[in-house]
């Protein structure tokens, strides 16, 4: 094989490297000594010729070089894998009881695993790649994961955008790449409850494991009130309602697998003292269309946790618009005094901005209300760049 890849880069991206930016565009690279494949190990150097870090070379993303390291040289082998896999999982070990059997190992980027996320649940463990650069270190991963792991099965998930690509390397989304084939429906543990996960098939790895900390807090004001889960998925902020002994909790969702999904985890819980008190309904409706009529029924409690309304910076404004429109919708349907929780995933719009929207919009109808606190990034989903901040959430009781 030639030598190793070697890049320099502008000095603008040199700074951000050694501020902790994990990434390195094309238009940033002023100097490589030989055409790169994607997956190999790119060197980088800094305008003194010293060794500034190594990353994974993407030569058909404009996202050039992804860091794995900054600082000191090191050998990227099978130890340090190893070394570099038990950083993250110690740090998350120590934050989960028995009762919690799922949350993400490692975070990507904010983990040193960037373009690769690795989620529990329970005995299994889904491993998403974002980018084609780690295909080719798929065998040393899977050897490193079974070392740490030998119990465990392994789910490979694949980005939409690298699929055709994993063909070459006949890998495919949802396939079983180390241990037991699935034979029965995955269930893990979440403050005590149990959910299901569609590890090979559902959005993201089979469940949105950063909402954890924000359904159990909406479980904490929930006693004897009448609960609207917006956007509900598969029903975990309602369930988590229900277990705080809500009265009544409903999922309203477009999508009836979904709402069937919210219906299977509330059975598998029917055994639980406050949830089985609790009546539990769905509802399949467009949310935006649902909101804005007159003629609901009222809810005491309302959680808004739509999907990412700003995938990129172009839909900003819309977005802004729509967080502005689902919250009148919100307070159409509040009885009050209310709780209204409003979050967001968008990161194209920051918390502060997100927050602003939310009280204004209220403070606009000339209704008082008492702000009861924000959250973002749960423990297991550190942020650690500008770019990594997406999650936050807004709660308000309304007078």
Not at 144 to 158: G, M, T, Y
Request: aromatic residues 10%; contains cysteine.
């Amino acid at each position: 094989m030639s030598k190793r890849l070697h890049l320099r880069i502008t000095a603008a991206a040199e700074a951000a490297v050694k501020g902790g930016h994990p990434w390195i565009f094309n238009e940033s690279v002023r100097e490589q000594n030989r055409s790169g494949k994607t997956g190999e190990l790119a060197i980088i150097f800094d305008r003194q010729n010293r060794f500034l870090g190594v990353g994974l070379f993407d030569n058909e993303s404009p996202l050039r070089v992804r860091i794995l390291h900054k600082g000191t040289p090191v050998q990227i082998d099978h130890s340090w894998w190893t070394s570099h896999l038990d950083k993250a999982v110690i740090f998350r070990e120590k934050h989960f009881a028995s009762d919690t059997t799922g949350y993400r190992l490692l975070h990507g980027e904010n983990d040193g695993w960037p373009g690769l996320v690795l989620d529990r649940y329970g005995e299994t463990l889904c491993l998403k790649l974002y980018t084609a650069a780690w295909f080719q270190w798929l065998p040393m991963i899977i050897s490193v994961l079974s070392n740490r792991f030998p119990s465990k099965r392994i789910v490979l998930r694949l980005s939409r955008n690298i699929m055709s690509a994993a063909q070459q390397h006949d890998l495919t989304d949802g396939s079983i790449i180390f241990g037991e084939e699935i034979d029965e429906p995955v269930i893990f543990l979440e403050n005590g409850l149990q959910f299901y996960s569609e590890v090979q098939k559902g959005q993201k790895t089979g469940f949105f494991l950063d909402q954890r900390e924000n359904r159990q807090r909406v479980r904490e004001i929930s006693t004897g009130r009448k609960m609207l889960n917006v956007f509900s998925f598969s029903g975990g902020f309602a369930l988590n309602a229900a277990a705080g002994g809500a009265t009544q909790a409903t999922d309203l969702d477009i999508s009836a697998h979904a709402l069937h999904a919210a219906e299977n985890n509330f059975r598998l819980n029917a055994n639980h003292p406050q949830i089985s008190k609790c009546l539990h309904q769905t509802i399949q409706a467009d949310a935006f269309e649902f909101l804005a009529a007159s003629s609901n029924p009222k809810y005491d409690l309302i959680v808004l946790d739509p999907p990412s309304l700003a995938k990129r910076e172009s839909e900003r404004a819309e977005a802004i618009k729509a967080y502005a429109g689902l919250v009148r919708g919100a307070l159409r349907q509040l009885q009050t005094p209310g709780c209204l929780v409003a979050a967001s995933c968008s990161a194209h719009v920051s918390s502060d901005e997100f927050f602003q929207i939310v009280r204004a919009t209220i403070a606009a109808r000339n209704i008082s209300f008492q702000e009861m606190g924000t959250t973002l990034h749960p423990v297991d989903h550190p942020a650690r760049f500008k770019e990594a901040h997406y999650l936050k959430a807004i709660y308000l009781e309304v007078k």
